[in-house]
């Protein structure tokens, strides 16, 4: 077993020696914004942005000009909001800005990495300016470049690594000191699709294993619905929604099953028994009503002497909050 | 969940994962920070912590400002007078034509590159405030130019007290040209860093810096002599402000009674007092600069 600091999720809430920035406990809310607007000109970034979120991982989502690095901005307290206002681990962004700064990480999405230095005297140099004394930000930053995935070529100049590696060193940089809380703008951004899972993999692990929560913004839905606990949509600068993404991807009320012959007739079968049941390519969707459904589509299966392939509890994507279409029933809603 | 081993694949050999460990430590403050970008802009000013390439312009004009003064002290030891040829004031002056070089090669380096590859969001991420990056930046590129002045200053100082030349008149050599030159790399400091803050290409940031320095000197130099020419001190005493060295010598002179290379320098006590306020004028113009400067700089 390992020692409690790795075992308890939000190490805050353990009775763990804590160093003088303390870790975040479950109660505490990881950002709120009441009423968030940012002007830029005529240009309207953010628009009556009010989010609760607590302590977990987080996705932002948004297309590209939605705002979600506006809000990252204000989120660190490096850009004033023009109304409203906005916490940080219960910190206010216009006036506890270095505080807040003192507490978390940031992963920018655009490059960031001076090309003629190694991956480990950048870090250990960011490091220290976090306040890690030289030692201490030396073994930091092996650990961190070692936790993302770098090697031996962290002793190597920056300026010959590939942008999956480079991703990796910004991400280390963010988790150097060991922060509360990372906002990540953008990390899949021009990683190939197996540089993307490593990357997404990584950051469910900074959540589950490293205990930091996280803020992670993307303009793909897809990819954070496998990391996140909390998703929230903007578009153009507005709230779409905010909710736990178990809520999202709960399970529906039907049952997708699939048979190896014969599919027509199974759903002439079962409508003939009273199911409401739509084919949808090779699926068929059965809306489960009670456990008698299961006995009926059994019924259906046996008497076509067909084999049944596949049959399970569908549950909803997340896409469906952007294009409205229900995947569980194959049906526009 | 169990300690897990899986850190390392095969293919990269076997690395014990232990785990992530919080870090429990000390965080240290403001003045650790501030201390700590320092130290690294100064090693970074001479390439140290960099490639070896990075090396070579600010290590090789150390080594060309210094070797001369080797040479004098092995000179007055062969040759047995009494005194450095030159004195300790007009060294930093011979060798002058060098130092726009290393401040054009090397201003860039300590801050155009952090704007340039974008570092400052990660710079303004963290606890450390954009007026202390400022002083930190401007503290460690005074240092490594006062570096670069002092050193030959130092070995001849040295040589002339192991062939044991007379003490007294060496000190009162040796400390005006001493003060002289923390003030030039306090001039010299702030207006680089001030051109090289807005120029982030560092092509353009080398060129601009040379260009200022040596037009504002050439220019400077001239002026004074022909104005001198022409029997008009007081003017040449003024035209001599146009060159960034010659303001900094002419309160040398007047403030520590140093020589004055210059053909005219500051006239009477007025002059000193002027050419003192220009100094003092140059220093808050283009540190207040680079205040404002990273005001602006955003973190994306």
Redesign the interface.
């Known amino acids: 077993?390992?020692p409690e600091?790795?075992?308890s999720r939000y190490?805050g809430a353990g009775p763990?020696?804590?160093?003088?920035?303390r870790?975040y406990a479950r109660s505490v809310s990881l950002l709120t914004t009441r009423s968030l607007t940012r002007r830029f000109g005529t240009v309207t970034a953010l628009s009556d942005l009010s989010v609760d979120v607590s302590p977990g991982v987080v996705g932002l989502i948004g297309a590209n000009g939605a705002g979600k690095?506006t809000l990252i901005?204000i989120l660190?307290g490096?850009?004033p909001s023009t109304s409203g206002s906005a916490t940080v681990l219960d910190l206010d962004v216009a006036t506890q800005g270095?505080a807040i700064?003192?507490r978390?990480?940031?992963m920018?999405?655009?490059?960031?990495?001076?090309?003629?230095?190694s991956a480990t005297?950048l870090v250990v140099?960011?490091a220290?300016?976090?306040?890690?004394?030289?030692t201490?930000a030396r073994e930091?930053a092996a650990?961190t470049l070692?936790?993302v995935g770098l090697?031996e070529e962290r002793y190597r100049?920056i300026g010959g690594y590939s942008t999956g590696m480079r991703q990796r060193v910004k991400l280390a940089?963010a988790l150097v000191?060991?922060p509360a809380f990372v906002l990540l703008d953008e990390p899949t951004n021009g990683l190939d699709p197996a540089g993307r899972d490593e990357m997404l993999d990584l950051i469910r692990?900074v959540g589950s294993?490293?205990?930091i929560s996280v803020l992670v913004s993307s303009h793909l839905l897809g990819e954070l619905e496998r990391v996140c606990d909390h998703i929230v949509v903007i578009e153009n600068g507005r709230l779409t929604r905010s909710s736990s993404t178990a809520a999202v991807t709960a399970a529906s009320g039907v049952l997708a099953l699939e048979v190896d012959d014969r599919t027509e007739e199974l759903v002439a079968l079962l409508r003939e028994a009273g199911l409401h049941t739509v084919l949808d390519g090779r699926t068929v969707a059965v809306t489960l009503d009670g456990d008698l459904t299961y006995d009926r589509i059994r019924d259906a299966v046996v008497r076509l002497g067909v084999g049944l392939v596949r049959l399970e509890h569908r549950r909803h994507h997340m896409t469906e909050l952007f294009t409205g279409k229900n995947y569980s029933t194959g049906s526009r809603t | 969940m169990t300690t897990t081993t899986s850190g390392g694949t095969s293919d990269r050999g076997v690395i014990h994962d232990i785990g992530y460990r919080h870090y429990t430590g000390p965080r240290l403050g403001r003045r650790h920070i501030v201390t700590a970008l320092y130290a690294d802009s100064l090693r970074g000013a001479y390439g140290l912590g960099r490639s070896a390439k990075s090396k070579i312009i600010p290590m090789g004009l150390f080594v060309l400002m210094a070797v001369p003064a080797a040479i004098l002290v092995l000179v007055t030891a062969v040759s047995k007078v009494t005194e450095i040829p030159g004195g300790y004031t007009s060294y930093t002056f011979k060798l002058q034509a060098l130092i726009p070089v290393f401040l054009a090669a090397q201003a860039p380096v300590v801050v155009a590159r952090d704007l340039r590859f974008r570092v400052m969001s990660l710079y303004l991420s963290r606890p450390l405030r954009r007026d202390d990056y400022v002083l930190a930046k401007y503290a460690a590129f005074a240092t490594a130019v006062f570096a670069l002045l002092v050193t030959p200053l130092l070995i001849l100082f040295a040589g002339a007290l192991l062939l044991k030349l007379p003490f007294g008149e060496q000190i009162s050599g040796f400390l005006p040209a001493l003060a002289g030159d923390i003030l030039f790399a306090l001039v010299l400091a702030a207006i680089a860093l001030m051109i090289a803050s807005v120029t982030p290409r560092r092509g353009f940031g080398v060129a601009a810096i040379v260009t200022v320095l040596t037009v504002m000197t050439t220019v400077g130099l001239s002026a004074e002599a022909i104005a001198a020419e022409h029997g008009s001190w007081t003017l040449a005493g003024h035209l001599g402000m146009i060159s960034p060295f010659s303001v900094v010598q002419g309160v040398q002179t007047w403030l520590f009674g140093a020589d004055n290379p210059a053909p005219a320098g500051p006239q009477g006590t007025a002059g000193g007092l002027i050419y003192t306020a220009v100094t003092a004028a140059v220093l808050a113009g283009c540190y207040g600069f680079l205040l404002l400067r990273y005001r602006k700089v955003s973190v994306s």
């Not at chain 1, 920018?108 to 230095?117: A, F, G, R």
């Not at chain 1, 220290?128 to 030289?134: C, Q, T």
Request: charged content about 30%; aromatic content about 6%; overall charge negative.
């Open positions: 077993m390992l600091a790795t075992t190490p763990r020696l804590l160093g003088p920035v870790h690095s901005k660190l490096l850009l270095e700064r003192e978390i990480g940031y920018p999405e655009h490059d960031c990495l001076p090309p003629d230095t005297e140099h960011l220290r300016m976090s306040g890690l004394p030289a201490a930091r650990d070692r936790h090697y100049p940089q000191h060991d692990r294993e490293f205990g």
